[in-house]
């Protein structure tokens, strides 16, 4: 049943616009008393949504997967409690019968699999919702990873990719979150990057791509490809045996080196960022193999992310700026990256951003039982949810894939140091853009000289922002609480004009329907009323 069109549709719609409703019913019944024990039912109703959420993806599979784990990466829309319920949201489904797995590949290949290999495992070794990998031998007896579609994948996410369009449509209509994200873009970024995943021969390009880049560089592999046997929906490849990245049994039972193996995975990732502008879009534990001999495996190239010439010299700004403690070069490359919208309080984000350097060099952010930690993230999602800043959907994936990454590290090495491993990466990436362009004028010469005698022109202004803490925390403090009570009466008052809406509407279908039309005169006038109501409301 899961996978009838009309229903999956159904299920996905009605749930948004039930959390929609219960969203809007909660903020109006607590208008102008958010109290803490108000928040704790805040809580406890986004986590119950987080809950039902995960439990519908679960069962239906396909896009609903993927977007909760991207949605577990967005702090600055998802209220805390909901991204804590879906953390670790996993792509793993029942395995379909085999005999199904073996029609699509004789439909593929034309021929019966028997002509092509020897032997073919009797499950699935992994199995997610779009394909399903099974090992097998090839006549020559060379082994392999033999990736088949799933039976109907592609109608599932037609269905959900029209399902999604829905419930962005409501959410431009009827939430805030247009601020902070351009919904069309993200829903033209996630077709592209998602959609990729459904043609295998672009997987094949894409590792092929990569092996080419990291060739050289000791300790990494990249899979074999076989061309010959691979098609839309099947892709054979070499068979690798190893575990995943995070198993640390498998790396004490074989004697390897924890931080050496995350110092050379975050320089494998850095590399990706920094040279070419391709990265893996989905750098989970298990796409990341470990050979015994402590080798780094990268499978898994269907979902590969972009970043343009111009984007990589605004992170070279912000890496420069984070690097040399310039925070306002920071934000001057998060503007240059549309992080940043007009009438932003770089004052306040250059402090936000200085105290989160400045709490990572210290390791207060390893000690989490730390109220002072706790009150700085707190603070930044606030920030976040406050001030214009949005997150461009060109970068939407790049973020879910550092979260991911990022996870992957300090499971293998909860003390790793990013910036010391990034530092002397960033700095040879700085000079070689510069040298391979023939450029390092006047300007370069003046920002870095500015930026290597940062911490010494920081000196008397952390002086003065000692002094002036209590101060600033007070006015922050102030404007947020303001800023806060602006934001619900806004968002209490556009979501009921919004619903009052859909509900006029209706009316109006029923009437035409039924023809009725004392009532459709009445529905009609409620609609235009409301929308007049909705756009005026800012």
Request: glycine share 6%; hydrophobic share 45%.
């Amino acid at each position: 049943m899961n996978q009838v069109t009309y229903l999956r549709i159904y299920r996905i719609v009605s749930m948004a616009i039930r959390f929609y409703l219960q969203i809007s019913l909660f903020q109006r019944r607590n208008r102008g008393k958010w109290t803490p024990v108000v928040e704790q039912r805040w809580n406890e109703l986004v986590t119950r949504q987080a809950k039902e959420y995960k439990e519908l993806a679960l069962k239906l599979g396909g896009l609903m997967i993927k977007l909760g784990q991207f949605l577990s990466t967005r702090a600055d829309i998802m209220p805390p409690s909901f991204l804590a319920e879906l953390e670790g949201l996993t792509d793993r489904v029942p395995s379909v019968p085999r005999k199904d797995i073996i029609e699509v590949m004789e439909q593929e290949w034309n021929v019966e699999h028997n002509n092509y290999l020897d032997e073919l495992s009797d499950q699935a070794i992994a199995s997610a919702s779009i394909g399903e990998v099974f090992k097998g031998r090839l006549k020559n007896g060379t082994e392999v990873a033999v990736k088949v579609q799933r039976p109907g994948t592609d109608r599932i996410i037609r269905a959900d990719f029209q399902a999604m369009r829905i419930v962005i449509w409501l959410a431009k209509k009827f939430t805030p979150f247009t601020k902070q994200v351009d919904f069309d873009q993200l829903y033209v970024e996630m077709t592209e990057t998602i959609g990729a995943e459904l043609n295998f021969v672009r997987e094949l390009q894409n590792g092929r791509s990569f092996a080419d880049r990291f060739a050289e560089m000791n300790g990494v592999h990249i899979p074999v490809y076989y061309d010959e046997y691979t098609t839309r929906r099947v892709l054979v490849m070499e068979w690798i045996e190893g575990a995943r990245i995070t198993d640390i049994s498998f790396i004490e039972e074989h004697g390897l080196n924890r931080h050496e193996i995350s110092e050379r995975l975050f320089i494998l990732f850095l590399e990706q960022v920094l040279y070419g502008g391709q990265f893996h879009a989905d750098p989970h534990g298990g796409n990341i193999l470990l050979k015994p001999d402590g080798t780094i495996v990268l499978i898994d190239f269907g979902m590969i992310g972009t970043i343009s010439e111009r984007d990589s010299q605004a992170i070279l700004l912000i890496a420069e700026g984070i690097l040399f403690k310039n925070y306002e070069q920071v934000l001057d490359g998060l503007e240059d990256l549309r992080f940043l919208l007009p009438n932003a309080d770089r004052d306040l984000l250059a402090d936000a951003v200085e105290r989160l350097v400045a709490a990572y060099e210290s390791n207060e952010l390893m000690q989490m039982d730390s109220f002072v930690v706790e009150r700085l993230l707190k603070d930044m999602q606030d920030i976040v949810r406050t001030q214009p800043v949005q997150l461009p959907a060109e970068f939407a994936f790049f973020g879910r894939a550092t979260s991911i990454f990022v996870g992957v590290l300090h499971v293998l090495d909860p003390k790793v140091d990013l910036f010391a491993l990034a530092r002397p990466r960033v700095l040879e990436w700085a000079s070689t853009k510069r040298e391979g362009k023939g450029i390092f004028g006047k300007e370069d010469v003046f920002r870095w000289i500015l930026n290597s005698t940062g911490p010494a022109r920081a000196f008397p202004k952390k002086i003065i922002n000692f002094l002036d803490e209590p101060e600033r925390i007070r006015h922050y403090l102030e404007n947020k609480e303001g800023r806060e009570r602006e934001h619900q009466r806004n968002l209490q008052s556009r979501m009921f004009a919004g619903i009052f809406s859909l509900v006029s509407f209706s009316g109006i279908s029923l009437s035409v329907w039924f023809w009725h039309e004392p009532f459709l005169w009445v529905s009609s006038v409620f609609f235009v009323g409301s929308l007049w109501a909705f756009r005026a409301i800012r």
